[in-house]
Structures are given as structure tokens and as C-alpha cells.
């Protein structure tokens, strides 16, 4: 009996969870940007303007078509190695595409000479990417409308032949769950997959090697179902690069580092979005706490006047700028050190490859501004370099690296090399032979980063609250710090404001004051993302929030937010914080603030905390949930909504396994009974997470 009030509150917030879900989208989606593709993008995207994937595969002479859902930039990459390997091995004739670039009404139109290919990351929990979304909605709504009006019973898609590959974490509940649900919608609809499904892992670090994995049955599959014929692959560069000597950077049509052409132009302006950053001011930047190696940024970023709004909870995104040792490495490891400055004109040599970065551009802003240089090294890229290896010895070696999986990770993976690194643990010969478009092709563009705004769109709207640790990462045994692109870029950016002396310790310096000094007087390109992660409507209701380390950014927010809220008279619930650190000294970011907070509060604020380093033995925030099981089930009761933030890999997880004991032991129910429970509570949206 004591169950059914819960139980039926669950059953309602689910049913308004759902309706929550399915009308997410529209809240979600990122507004088209008038400015996006003209302005960053060359010709090639431009000249087709149809959203007709039938049509424009007729149209190019196109017979594989691989559509991206993606967030972060892998999802992209893995549909242009795909394109690739199809034309290269097997004479397809491909095509990538941006899924939200074409129409799906009409995909029961799609012949079955030709192929589609889906790569489709999952983000968050469960959810499509932004680029994904209405594609999503389309297929997995409760009946999919095609523009011909048949009927979904009449399995529509019966020509279709797709091949599918998901990109997840399966540290997250609803793994890979993109790829499954796209996947049965299209079998649902007749379509025929060729090859199995593919999922590839980021949660167990195994995506490079399940994606390498799955491809080759897939690939020996559609051979066989489209009857293609292997040949040996010859590069093709997919970009012609081509340096014009007649120009000079100074020129004004060349891109130094700008996002688009308006900001080239000088002319920046809105709306700004995820194609169009803001470049806004620092106003403020300090550290909360520096300890050996490590230390975390608290910064005030202004977006008043840019007509950028936020809600508290949201996320704000970071566009940074490569550190100049790794740009110059990068540059000599290519022996294009000497014309970095060259301008560099770059045309897609298929009429629908996209160029990825602005053009006319320089060697030395494409490195620093547009290509993520500094990231992991996948092991198919380094294998396509063996053709342009200065010499047989490098050659072979690379050819060994290509082929075998351990011996690569020995090598390479466990050194955290970045492509650079990796090259010059090889030889310290120059691979002056690679074509600049391999480059392109081979490298993820550089991405902003994002993160969770820790101050209340109620007490600062137009000021955004960022807390960043610093990634300075040494591993056991490695020769090399691996450091963090953005946060030691925003660390740089807070010492040149503080005006701090001290040089970084790992001798990186950056381009501050950023393209034609366009961003001098410290500023930073960002956008915002709205996120689902919200307080409830109703200020008066409980919160449960748990955020160790810098997964507290948001619940300072929310702190801060409902403080406001009770020094205007209004009635604000039970507030509880569970903050985990090493040392209460040490790194217990924002303590004096809390007191503050706390004055205003009164006992409405509780804060526990969980320091891991100080008794003899560890204590983490999930041990200080189970201490404090009474509290939290009560406030359950009171239809608390339950927050986590920070780690998705391990803390996310336990306490969300934590909750569930607690809930069976506190209601005298079967553990399962508890699981289930915080499975609802999840669809229902009062159990939200903010994990990464
Ligand atoms: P990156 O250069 O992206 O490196 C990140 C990690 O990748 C490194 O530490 C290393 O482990 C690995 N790596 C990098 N290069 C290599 C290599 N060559 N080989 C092998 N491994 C490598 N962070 C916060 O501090 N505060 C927040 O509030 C916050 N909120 C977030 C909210 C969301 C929704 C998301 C998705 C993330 C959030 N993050 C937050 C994380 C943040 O976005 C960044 O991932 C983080 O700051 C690191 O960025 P970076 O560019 O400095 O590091």
C-alpha cells in the first residue's frame, strides 16, 4: 500500500515523460543557420540544393549513399571512410550525407540497384544526435508517412537494401539504442540490411576496433548482394588542394581562423548557433583550486548583446584553438613547416564531397583552427599513410602497425600519441609525400567542447558561469603529458587576463588573440545548447542532486537559482547536494559560496560531502546516499526530482544502482522492484542525468 502513491505518480510523470520525449525535438533542434554551410562551406555543398536523396543520387551518378547522424564528429568521420573504402575497394560510387540535409518521404522511392548506409551516433540518454533528430521522429513516430501514402503495413521500403553501424557508450542505459531502434523501424518498413548491425563502444574505448571489426563481413556482404568486384585500393584524394601563389593571407578573402564568412568579413552576427559561434568576452576568470598537476578554471563568459539566451541547466559550448607546439609539430612531421603561411584553396573533387573547413585557408589556421590534431590516432588512418612513408623502414613499420591490432596498441594507443607523436615515434624523417586532402580526410574537424553552465539564467542571464578542470593527464611510464586541447586553452586564456607570468609548464602557447586579433581583449567563440536537464517548474518541490568534481558546474546553477528564489520570499523545497572531493582543503570547489547560499537558506540546503582522501578509507558520494537512505526516500516521496552529474563511467553508474537498493530497502521490496523504479523514474524525467 505504501507503494501506490508512488506508483501512480510514476505512471502519469511517465505518461508526460513521453509526451516530454517525442515533442523534444522541436525544443532541441538546432535552428537551421542561414549562414552555416554558405559561409564555413565551399561550392560543392552549395550546388545542391536538393533535399531529394533520390533525385541527387540520380542526378551525381551516385549508387551508395552514407547518411551521418552525428554529434561529436567520429559518427562523420566513420561515413567518410566508408565513402572511401566503397569507391576505392569496391568502385561504389559514394556519396556522404548529412542526415538532416535530405527529406525521408520519399526514401520508399529508393531503387534497389543502390545502397544507403546509416551511421548513427547515440547521445545522452538514448537520444539522437541534433542532426538526427527529425530523421528519427520520422521512422520511429507511430506511423511513418510517406509522401506517396503507403502504407507502412505495405512494408515501403521493400527495394531498399541499407547497411547500418551505431556508435554508443555502454556505460549509458540506453546503449547504442539509435542504431537498434533506426534498424528495426527499416526492417519493419521491408528494407534489407546487408552485414550485421554494427555497434562500436566508446564506453569500453573499443569504437575504432568494433568499427574495423564489423566492416569487413559488411563489406564481403554487400559485394555479394550488389555483385562488386574488390580491387586493390589506390588513393584517391577526395579534395584537391591547390596553393595559390597570387594570394597572400593579408588578403581578405582568406580564412586565418574564422568559423564563417561573416565573421571572416568582420560582420559577425546572429542568430548564433552550433554553425555560427558568438565570440564573446571573458569577464572574468579565476582558478577555484591548483594542486599539483592539477587545477580547475571558473570563468564568467558575457553573451550580452548577442541576443543568446540560456536556461539554467543548459550547456555552453567552447570553440578552442590547437596549442602553437602541437600545430608546429604537426606542420614539421608534413615538412610543410616553411609554406605554412601558403594559401590554400580546397575543392571537393566529387561535386558532393563537402569540404570541412573554410577555403581559401592557410597550412598553419587549418592545423590551429579547423582540424582536431591533437586527438587519438585511429589505426586505419595511420595504415593509409604507408604509401607515403619516407622510406621502406617506416614503410614496413607502419604496414605492421596497420595489420596488427596489439601491436598497435602497444605502440601507439598506450602512448596516447597523437598522429604527430606517432609519426615521430616511428622515424624522425618528414612525410613530405602525404597529399594535405589525406589529412583532411583522415582528421575529425576541430570540435567545440561542451560544458554544463554552473551559474542561473534567473540571477545572471546575459553571464554564463563555466567550471573546467584543467586535462593534464601524465600516464605511468609515458615520455608525454596528454593535455587537454580546450581547457589548457581556456587556462591560457585566464593567465593572459590574470596577467600571470608564469609561463605553461609544458611550454604550450596559443594564438590568443585568435584570428586577424578578432579575439583580443580575451575573447572566446561559444554557442549554446539547451539541454533537458532542468529544476522542476515548481520551486516548492524537493531536489536531490549529486555532483562530485566538477560534476557540481550545474547544481551551483540550481543552488544559486533557488537561493535567489527564497531571498524573494518564495517557498522553496528541500534543496540536497551531495558533493564529493579528494580534500575538503584541497579541492571542494565553491565551499564559501555554499555557506553563503546556505545563510540565505536556511536548512532547506544541505550539503553532504564525501572526501575521498582524508580517512583511511576512500568515501565517494554514493557511500554518503546509502548513509543518508531515510532522507532521500522520504524526499522521493515527496516526488524529489534526482540529479547526477559529472562521471558517466563509473559514479553515474553506481549511484544510480545506490538509488535502487535504497529504494527496495527503504519500501521492503525485491531489488528488482527498486531497479524498476529508478527505471521509471528516468522516463518520467525525474531522475536526469548531465553525465559525460
Ligand atoms: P581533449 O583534448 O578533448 O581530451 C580529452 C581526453 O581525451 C584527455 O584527457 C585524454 O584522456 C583523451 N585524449 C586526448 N588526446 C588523446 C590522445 N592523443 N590519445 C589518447 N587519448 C587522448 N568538463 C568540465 O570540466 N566541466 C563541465 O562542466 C563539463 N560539462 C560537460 C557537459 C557535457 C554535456 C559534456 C559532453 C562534457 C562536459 N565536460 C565538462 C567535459 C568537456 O566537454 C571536455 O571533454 C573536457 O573539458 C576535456 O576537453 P579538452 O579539450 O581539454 O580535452
Redesign the pocket.
Known amino acids: 500500500a505504501q507503494l501506490d502513491t508512488l506508483d501512480l505518480v510514476v505512471l502519469v510523470a511517465l505518461l508526460v515523460g513521453s509526451v516530454a520525449y517525442f515533442t523534444k525535438g522541436s525544443y532541441w533542434a538546432i535552428p537551421k543557420d542561414p549562414y552555416a554551410s554558405s559561409a564555413a562551406i565551399n561550392g560543392a555543398a552549395k550546388s545542391g540544393k536538393t533535399r531529394d536523396i533520390v533525385e541527387k543520387m540520380e542526378e551525381t551518378n551516385k549508387n551508395c549513399v552514407i547518411f551521418y547522424g552525428s554529434q561529436t564528429g567520429t559518427a562523420e568521420d566513420y561515413a567518410s571512410r566508408l565513402a572511401k573504402e566503397g569507391s576505392q575497394r569496391f568502385g561504389l560510387k559514394t556519396m556522404v550525407a548529412d542526415i538532416e540535409d535530405y527529406d525521408y518521404e520519399n526514401l520508399d522511392k529508393f531503387p534497389d540497384d543502390k545502397v544507403a548506409f546509416f551511421v548513427l551516433a547515440t547521445y545522452g540518454e538514448g537520444e539522437p544526435t541534433d542532426n538526427a533528430v527529425e530523421f528519427y521522429q520520422f521512422f520511429t513516430g507511430e506511423e511513418v508517412a510517406f509522401e506517396s501514402g503507403v502504407s507502412s503495413e505495405d512494408k515501403p521500403l521493400s527495394a531498399m537494401k541499407y547497411v547500418a553501424f551505431g556508435l554508443g557508450n555502454n556505460t549509458y542505459e540506453h546503449y547504442n539504442a539509435m542504431v537498434r531502434q533506426v534498424d528495426t523501424a527499416l526492417t519493419k518498413l521491408g528494407a534489407q540490411r546487408i552485414g550485421t548491425a554494427g555497434e562500436g563502444d566508446d564506453g569500453a574505448g573499443t569504437m575504432e576496433e568494433d568499427f574495423l571489426a564489423w566492416k569487413e563481413p559488411m563489406w564481403a556482404a554487400l559485394s555479394e548482394s550488389m555483385d562488386l568486384q574488390e580491387r586493390e585500393a589506390v588513393y584517391e584524394p577526395v579534395f584537391s588542394v591547390v596553393e595559390d601563389d597570387e594570394k597572400s593571407p593579408e588578403d581578405e578573402s582568406v580564412y586565418l581562423g574564422e568559423p564563417t564568412a561573416s565573421h571572416r568579413e568582420g560582420r559577425a552576427k546572429g542568430p548564433f548557433s552550433a554553425h555560427n559561434p558568438y565570440i564573446a568576452p571573458i569577464l572574468e576568470s579565476s582558478e577555484l583550486f591548483t594542486v599539483k598537476d592539477r587545477n580547475c578554471l571558473h570563468m564568467e563568459i558575457s553573451i550580452a548583446g548577442s541576443n543568446l539566451s540560456y536556461q539554467t541547466g543548459d550547456?555552453i559550448a567552447i570553440w578552442?584553438t590547437n596549442a602553437g607546439a602541437e600545430v608546429d609539430r604537426f606542420l614539421e612531421v608534413f615538412g610543410i613547416e616553411k609554406k605554412r603561411h601558403s594559401v590554400i584553396n580546397v575543392k571537393g573533387i566529387d561535386v558532393t564531397a563537402k569540404v570541412p573547413i573554410p577555403t581559401p585557408t592557410t597550412y598553419d589556421a587549418a592545423v590551429r583552427y579547423y582540424m582536431e590534431v591533437?586527438?587519438?590516432v585511429s589505426r586505419q588512418f595511420v595504415s593509409t599513410l604507408a604509401a607515403f612513408a619516407p622510406d621502406e623502414e617506416s614503410k614496413t613499420e607502419i604496414v605492421r602497425l596497420g595489420n596488427d591490432k596489439d601491436y598497435f596498441h602497444e605502440k601507439i594507443t598506450n602512448h596516447?600519441?597523437?598522429i604527430a607523436q606517432a609519426l615521430q615515434s616511428i622515424t624522425s624523417k618528414p612525410f613530405t609525400a602525404v597529399p594535405f586532402s589525406l589529412l583532411i580526410e583522415g582528421l575529425n574537424k576541430l570540435q567545440p567542447?561542451?560544458?554544463?553552465i554552473s551559474s542561473s539564467s534567473l540571477v545572471q542571464k546575459d553571464k554564463i558561469s563555466?567550471?573546467?578542470?584543467v586535462?593534464s593527464?601524465r600516464l605511468p611510464g609515458a615520455s608525454h603529458m596528454?593535455k587537454?586541447?580546450?581547457?589548457?586553452y581556456l587556462l591560457a586564456l585566464k593567465q593572459k587576463q590574470n596577467g600571470d607570468p608564469s609561463p605553461d609548464p609544458h611550454g604550450l602557447t596559443y594564438s590568443i588573440t585568435g584570428p586577424r586579433n578578432k579575439y583580443d581583449g580575451i575573447h572566446v567563440p561559444v554557442h549554446v545548447r539547451h539541454s533537458n536537464f532542468k529544476l522542476p517548474s515548481d520551486p516548492s518541490k524537493p531536489i536531490i542532486m549529486v555532483g562530485p568534481g566538477?560534476g557540481v558546474?550545474p547544481f551551483r546553477g540550481f543552488i544559486q537559482e533557488r537561493a535567489a528564489l527564497a531571498a524573494k520570499g518564495e517557498k522553496v523545497g528541500t534543496t540536497v547536494l551531495f558533493f564529493g572531493c579528494r580534500k575538503s582543503d584541497e579541492d571542494f570547489i565553491y565551499k564559501d559560496e555554499f555557506k553563503t547560499f546556505q545563510d540565505q537558506m536556511g536548512d532547506s540546503l544541505k550539503i553532504i560531502t564525501a572526501f575521498s582522501r582524508e580517512g583511511s578509507e576512500k568515501v565517494y558520494v554514493q557511500h554518503r546516499l546509502k548513509e543518508n537512505a531515510e532522507l532521500v526516500s522520504d524526499l522521493l516521496k515527496q516526488k524529489a526530482n534526482f540529479y547526477v552529474c559529472g562521471d558517466a563511467a563509473n559514479m553515474a553508474r553506481e549511484v544510480n544502482l545506490v538509488l535502487g537498493h535504497i529504494i527496495a530497502q527503504q519500501r521492503g521490496l525485491p531489488a528488482e522492484k527498486g531497479e524498476e523504479m529508478v527505471k521509471h523514474m528516468r522516463s518520467s524525467g525525474s531522475y536526469q542525468e548531465?553525465v559525460?
Not at 449 to 452: L, N
Not at 466 to 469: D, K, L, R
Request: some cysteine; glycine content about 4%.
Open positions: 550547456h578552442p591533437c586527438a587519438p596516447r600519441f597523437t567542447r561542451y560544458y554544463s563555466i567550471t573546467a578542470v586535462e593527464v596528454v587537454g586541447v580546450t581547457t589548457n566538477t558546474a548531465d559525460w
